[in-house]
C-alpha cells in the first residue's frame, strides 16, 4: 500500500468498526482485532499521565468475546445505541506490516424516544498489522476520551 | 474505479451533497440523483421494522424538484440552516454499474442567535449508479435517522 | 497529483492541522502556513455579506507565531481543550499549484470535569500552495463558523 492507500485503508477499517457497533453486530466486533490484542479505554487525562489500566482493558481476542457475551446476557446494551463519527486519520506511519495511527471521532448516544445527543470524543490510538495483501487489525487500541465524566454509562465498545 | 477509488467517489459525492444542501444550494440538489430516484427519510425504528413510508418520501427528480418548490415558497427553510458532517463510508459495494453504500452522518442545526445544536444522527442507505467514466449519481436513497423525536422540525432536505 | 490524490492530500492535511491543535502542540500551527499566509475567523453571516475582518485576523506567518506566544503566556488555553472533527472536502479546484478547498468541521470543547460539548461547527475556506513534491501549506484560511455567539470563548486557534 502507498502513501494515499494506507490511511485510506485505516478509514476504511474504522468506518467498518463503527458500524459493526453502531448496527449492534456486537459479535463482529472482536473479528477487527488479532488474537492477542490489547484494548483499553482510557481518559485524556490518565493517557497523558501514561496510566495504563483504563476503564476498560482487554489484553486478547478472547477477553473481547467475552465482553460481548456479558453485554448480551446482562441486556443493558439495548437500552441505547451509539452513532461513531470517525474523522480521518490524523496521523498514520507504517513499519513493515505494523502500522500506527491516530484517529479521532464522536459518538453520539440514542436512547428510546429522546434525540441523538454526544456522549463522547476521543481518539483511537493504534496499532495495525497489515495481514493478507490488504486487511488491517487492531493488535493495540487505546480508546483515549477527551472527558472523564460518563465511565458510569459505559457499556457498548468504543 | 477501483478499490480504493470507489469509496472515495462515493465520499466525494456525500461531501458535494451535503455542502450544497449548507450552502442553501438547493435547486443543484435534485442533480445528485437519477431521474427515476427514491428518496426517503425513516427513523432507525421504522427502518428496522422494514417500514417504507417515512416522513418524508420521492420517487422522482420531480418530486424532488417540487419539494425545494415548495420549501422555496413557504420560505419556513431561512429560519435555519443544517452543516451535515459526513463520514466516510462504512460500507461500499459494486455491481457493475450499480453501487450499494452506508455512510453516517451527523447534522447540526444553526438558528440565528444560538449557537450550532445537534439535529440528528443518521445514515445515508445508497443505491448508486456509477454514470459516465466517474460520476455516482444516487438512484435510491433512505436517510434513517437514529432517533424520530426531530420529525416536525424536518423542513430542509437531510 | 490526480482527481483522488489531491482531495485527499488535503483531507490529510486537515487532519494533521487539528490533530495539532488537539494536542496542545501549538507551536507546530504556524508551519501548516506559507510565510505570507492569511488567516481569519469569521461568521457565516458576515462571510456572506463579504466582510474580510472577522473576529481573528492574522496576515503572515509571523502573526501566527505572536498569537500562539500570546495564549502561551496568558495561559488561558490551559482552561480548555479542543477536538475537531474534520468532513471529507466539498470542494477541491486545483490551478497549476494552486488549490482552493472547502471543508467543513464541527469543534468540541472540552473543560475540566465537563463532559465535550459542541462548541462550534463551520467551513475552512482555503487556498493552498502545493510545495514540493506532495506537500500543501496554507496560503488563505477563512475559518467559516456557522453561529457567531461563541466570540468571547474563543482564545485556541479553530
Given amino acids: 500500500m502507498n502513501n494515499y492507500q494506507l490511511p485510506f485503508a485505516v478509514s476504511q477499517l474504522q468506518a467498518a468498526y463503527a458500524q459493526a457497533i ?3 453486530r456486537l459479535e ?5 482485532f488479532t488474537d492477542d490484542c490489547f484494548y483499553s479505554i ?7 499521565r501514561g496510566l495504563e489500566a483504563g476503564i476498560i482493558y482487554c489484553d486478547s481476542k478472547g477477553m473481547l468475546k467475552d465482553r460481548v457475551s456479558g453485554l448480551r446476557e446482562a441486556n443493558i446494551y439495548e437500552r441505547h445505541r451509539y452513532r461513531h463519527l ?4 490524523s496521523m498514520v506511519q507504517a513499519d513493515g506490516d505494523r502500522v500506527k495511527a491516530t484517529t479521532p471521532f464522536a459518538v453520539y448516544r440514542i436512547t428510546r424516544n429522546k434525540p441523538s445527543e454526544l456522549f463522547v470524543t476521543g481518539c483511537y490510538h493504534d496499532e ?3 495481514s493478507g ?5 487492531i493488535a493495540r487500541r487505546v480508546v483515549v476520551c477527551d472527558s472523564s465524566v460518563f465511565d458510569t454509562l459505559l457499556a457498548i465498545p468504543l
Fill in 133 to 137: 495483501e490488504d486487511t488491517l487489525k
Fill in 28 to 32: 463482529a466486533w472482536p473479528d477487527f
Fill in 42 to 48: 482510557t481518559s485524556h487525562e490518565n493517557h497523558a
Fill in 128 to 130: 495495525l498489522r497489515i
Fill in 86 to 89: 470517525v474523522a480521518m486519520p
Fill in 22 to 24: 453502531d448496527d449492534d
